[in-house]
């Protein structure tokens, strides 16, 4: 439900034709039903169930979870907690302070003021009316009025609180940072800290009845009371891993969830645990148990699983890869391939509605893909590796290597000649359809990131500190040019012989209208790294950017507008197959369509995003994380493999900047994600 305010009917009217016209097309083909990490699950009844997420997800099923849906949230803000206390009215809390609300079962949510910016973890309502809040700085808010206002009350503590339980009208309790456990007897008027008899984080409460607790946290703590004590009992979980959700579905039996997919369960109330067999290595949120003992999970990079036998199989009901996706190119509206890490290769034959995943026959990274015809197409890839497909994907012929270093990007000029290009300078180009490869001399060292020809025998190679060159003779001779610019210039792109594109670091975009002989600066209005470039007409063009962000233009470059495709993960690469249908793919398995050109939206919040640089970029020992001002409070860098696995995370205050060791780190791609009040941002990192 929108809050708007209702002046006139022509008014009202207007603003929901715009609202419908300017709603992001962008849908998600990978991974299903989406893919972003979902925190928080919940359901009313058997079939009607709640998921929320990061981003402002919420899904919703009303077939007892066998397939989820997208609901528009009206909020880009991670929703951490969801609760309904009747079938139709639910509510969901978040970061900065947001809380939103539904009174017609999570078909519209509004926005409900709440007096704060910190962090909101948990939300427990008693009844339709009386419900609570608990959050960042020991924030615990109060509501007698079905959500519609709320009040601040006391906690006594500074400290980050993560989950709220009540137990009757009165009694509630709180568990939240460095083992504080709080309690009520007073409907929250007051509160006392509780022995919890641990320093470990506790991340969430469950009471199965009015006396038995349970509280789970980090490091596999699970504490426990019971009636007539005073103090919390320390239960062994069996597991080190940090636990993230506990439910029970009855006095005896409940299921703790936790990091790296680690599903544990008691059968005699919490005094012996069992892990139960791995079905995802992916981060567990949450964890919810209907009345009939269905068992759903939620967790990282959209995962979704849901036992009906008491945990002893599961399924996923979420599908796909999460593979970081490099490149993405179509050769028909139709027909489109993408591949990215660890040899992954997906092809669709109906516009996306389906992508199949290929057999590539190596596990090398995938950096470009580039089709000649309908079957014929080249990957390139780490450590040299070329691969050659004849039928349409389903055989990959590797060729012989000819260097070891990382290759970056692949075009072809037509049939049988094309060029490869790559880390060290590395540039090879073939004569016979990738038969066999030379590498060619061109005189650089810099890592070449891509490559693109603009007419048979003319192609534009680009790398980093701001090296562009040019062949007009297939290879054998290069043109240094000028690109006006140090910094890496990522991607070239030509809408005919003469005219051309070229994108780079600190939102460097370059046009030239005479063959590359001159370049002139375009404006887009951002300091943010610019990745690929793509025009699907001469007019119309598209350049990818940090935090999801994509820049459109109508009108050959001279204006560029701000496209959100409704996710902050990092995009690699965009292909249009016309003006209205496009492709985004990058990370975690990240696939998006859109029918519309890929639309703003209009009226609807931008992200807000924590600028900082890395580097150097590559590394292979040390690499420096900068965000530039000491001031701006605590900082949380978080490194990811490409398989959207968490690395390394910590927590800096009162600094500008953090040295990390990054080389133990296997050779490939990762993600440095930085998180703060300022917002979030994810660049990649290349160790090697």
């Known amino acids: 439900m929108l809050c708007i305010t209702m002046k006139t009917a022509v008014l009202l009217i207007l603003l929901n034709t715009i609202s419908l016209l300017t709603f992001s097309q962008w849908v998600w083909q990978n991974p299903l039903p989406q893919g972003h990490s979902l925190l928080a699950v919940c359901f009313t009844d058997e079939n009607t169930g709640y998921s929320t997420g990061e981003h402002g997800t919420i899904l919703k099923t009303t077939n007892g979870g066998i397939t989820w849906n997208l609901v528009r949230s009206g909020t880009k803000e991670a929703l951490f907690s969801v609760c309904f ?46 419900g609570y809040i608990c959050g960042e700085n020991g924030i615990v808010l109060k509501t007698t009025d079905r959500g519609l206002t709320w009040n601040q009350s006391g906690s006594g503590t500074a400290l980050s609180l993560h989950s709220v339980c009540f ?45 038995m607790g349970i509280a789970v946290g980090d490091n596999g703590i699970i504490i426990k009371t019971l009636p007539g004590d ?13 636990l993230a959700s506990v439910f029970f579905n009855s006095l005896q039996t409940g299921y703790a969830v936790g990091w790296n997919g680690t ?39 959209g995962t979704m699983i849901q036992s009906t036998d008491g945990g002893l199989s599961w399924d996923h009901r979420s599908k796909g890869t999460r593979e970081y996706l490099s490149s993405v190119c179509f050769v028909n509206p139709s027909q489109g391939y993408v591949v990215g890490a660890d040899g992954t ?17 190596t596990n090398e990274d995938l950096t470009s893909v580039c089709f000649t015809g309908l079957n014929t197409g080249y990957a390139v890839g780490f450590n040299g590796y070329i691969t050659k497909t004849t039928d349409g994907g389903i055989h990959w012929t590797e060729s012989v290597a000819v260097i070891s270093d990382n290759l970056s990007s692949v075009d072809f000029a037509d049939d049988n000649t ?18 066999t490869w030379t590498r060619l001399s061109a005189g650089i060292s810099e890592d070449m990131l891509s490559v693109h020809y603009s007419a048979p025998g003319t192609a534009f190679v680009v790398g980093r500190n701001g090296r562009l060159l040019k062949t007009s003779d297939n290879g054998n001779t290069w043109t240094f040019l000028i690109s006006g610019t140090q910094g890496s210039l990522n991607s070239v792109f030509f809408t005919d012989a003469s005219t051309g594109y070229v994108s780079g670091e600190n939102g460097v975009l370059l046009k030239t209208a005479d063959g590359g002989v001159s370049w002139t600066v375009l404006q887009t209005n951002t300091f943010y790294e610019l990745r690929t470039v793509f025009f699907s007409d001469p007019n119309t063009g598209y350049v990818v950017s940090d935090y999801g962000m994509i820049f459109k233009t109508i009108d050959a470059g ?66 420096t994380v900068d965000w530039g001002n000491p ?58």
């Open 167 to 211: 137990t009757s009208y009165d009694t509630g309790y709180i568990v939240g940072d460095s083992g504080i456990t709080l309690k009520t007897t007073d409907a929250g008027y007051s509160w006392k800290q509780w022995p919890s008899g641990t320093w470990f984080g506790l991340k969430s409460l469950f009471f199965a009845n009015d006396t």
């Open 558 to 623: 001279q204006t560029w507008v701000e496209v959100n495709c409704g996710t902050p993960n990092f995009i690699s690469s965009i292909w249009f197959t016309d003006a209205n249908n496009g492709y985004a793919v990058g990370m975690f398995g990240t696939i998006l369509k859109t029918t519309n050109g890929g639309d703003v939206f209009i009226g609807e919040p931008k992200p807000v995003v924590e600028a900082f640089k890395v580097f150097p970029n590559p590394a292979s020992s040390m690499v």
């Open 85 to 130: 206390p009747s079938p139709q009215l639910g509510f969901s809390v978040g970061s900065h302070g947001k809380i939103i609300r539904t009174e017609d079962g999570g078909a519209s949510w509004s926005a409900i003021e709440g007096g704060t910016s910190n962090n909101l973890y948990s939300v427990f309502f008693l009844d339709k009316d009386t």
């Open 230 to 242: 005073t103090s919390w009992r320390i239960l062994r979980s069996g597991t080190p891993v940090s």
């Open 418 to 435: 094309g060029l490869a290009v790559g880390w060290d300078g590395a540039i090879l180009r073939t004569l016979d359809a990738g038969a």
């Open 631 to 688: 001031s701006a409070g605590n900082h949380f860098i978080e490194i990811f493999d490409i398989k959207g696995r968490l690395l390394m995370q910590e927590n800096i205050s009162e600094q500008s900047s953090r040295k990390i060791d990054v080389s133990a780190l296997p050779r490939g791609i990762y993600f440095i994600r930085l998180s703060s009040e300022n917002g979030i941002a994810v660049k990649k990192l290349l160790v090697g």
């Open 345 to 361: 290769a997906m092809k669709t034959i109906n516009g996306g509605a389906e992508w199949e995943l290929l057999n590539t026959g």
């Open 263 to 301: 599903i544990i369960k008691t059968t005699n109330g919490g005094t012996n645990w069992s892990t139960l067999s791995a079905v995802t290595d992916h981060d567990l949120s949450s964890v919810y148990v209907t009345d009939s003992g269905k068992t759903v999970a939620v967790g990282n990079l």
